[in-house]
């Protein structure tokens, strides 16, 4: 009878032992890389046994091809860790060096990002670690091309390198608006600057009378503003009734002609005027103003008086109309340069005044020289007169002793000729 070299038990047995190590294997490891390490680790471990076990039975002799079969199958594992184990870890070596060194030209194979195991995991890690690092370093480049509004989206909320970008994006972001804070209130302030030293240079070129004066500098403010329209109304006291005359007014880069009288306190301008502060009003009175173009007349968005003040004293006020609302520098700039306007038209004021006065003066004087010339000229006549009267009196004088002396020789021949004819008469008696 015939010997089985492989009973039907053994052969069971042996396939029962490669089941239960596989479901033990896939229990204990799942679908971690040390499940294909286990497997063919404890695979190759069976099979040897199994191999040793017919080669005992067999005999020595067997040793011949059951040696060489096993070494076959470690090296079949071997293979099988090697490529399913050992080259994907190589891999992924390389591209963690190659990270490590700074380069983001990198890419994982498809058959590591496939693997469900730890091998997949790590090189989809690294893909995304790549994605985010190239994320970075676009969001670097564009902050450093002053772009700062540019998005990042973190990898986590662990992303501390994330984090660190973001917060520096926050801090660019907020020292560029101070910058730009500062820089718009230079650009104001120098706005301001060159606009007090242009009206300066107004003031100084255009000494004329004061409505051509006033024409000068509301005109110019309001194409420096870039404004609609621009009045100037200045306080008349010439006469005891005074009030608010409008001197110019200029509108849409033409010349206004128009006569206007306001009472101190009547309406808004004449209150202004009696409180002497400045008043801004963007909702204004149905037709209190209307600016007047080739287009049409339109109601303004937004109305700025300004009192021309000069040491608490009122002399007038400016009236600006926009159809958009005033700045808060635009109306700062407004109030510096009625300081400017006031202090000058004040000056032009006493400049005219004392030019009146002297005129005046000098009118007097010639005046008063034309009634000295005339007295002068009165006095040598009543000179002259005086002086012919004494001489008619002198001559008159002499007159009257040569008649005297005439009368008295008269006299004397009378008494001469009666003393001749009465002593006859003496004689014949």
Known sequence: METRILPPTTIVLL???LLIMYLLMRVLFKK????????STATVIILASFISGIQVKLGPVHNLWSFPLQVLLAIAAYSYISRKVKRPLMELKVLVEKISNGSLNIGVSDE??????????????IMQIRKGLNEKAVFAQKIGEDELNVSLQKLSD?????DALLQMQESLKKARAEELQRKEQDDRRNWITEGQTKF??????????????????????????????GGIFMLNDDNDDKYLEMLACYAFDRRKYINKRIEPGEGMLGTCFLEGKTTYLTQLPQDYIRITSGLGDENPGSLLLVPLKLNDEVL???ELASFHPFEKHAIEFAEKIAEIIASAISGLKVSTRTTMLLQKSQQQSEELRAQEEEMRQNMEELTATQEALEEKERENYKRMKKMEKLNRMLADEVASLKEQVIMPLDKDS
């Not at 971690?32 to 497997?39: E, T």
């Not at 590591?112 to 890690?125: F, N, S």
């Not at 662990?158 to 994330?162: F, T």
């Not at 107004?202 to 404004?227: C, D, G």
């Open 32 to 39: 971690s890389v040390l499940f294909k390490i286990g497997i």
């Open 316 to 318: 007038g006020v400016i």
């Open 158 to 162: 662990e992303d501390s390198l994330g």
């Open 15 to 17: 396939i029962a032992s």
């Open 200 to 229: 300066a240079q107004i003031l100084r070129q255009n000494e004329a009378e004061l409505e051509e004066l006033s024409f000068h500098i509301i005109s110019n403010l309001v194409k420096y503003m870039k404004i609609n329209q």
């Open 112 to 125: 590591i990002l496939a693997k469900q195991d730890e091998l997949g995991q790590i090189g989809r890690g």
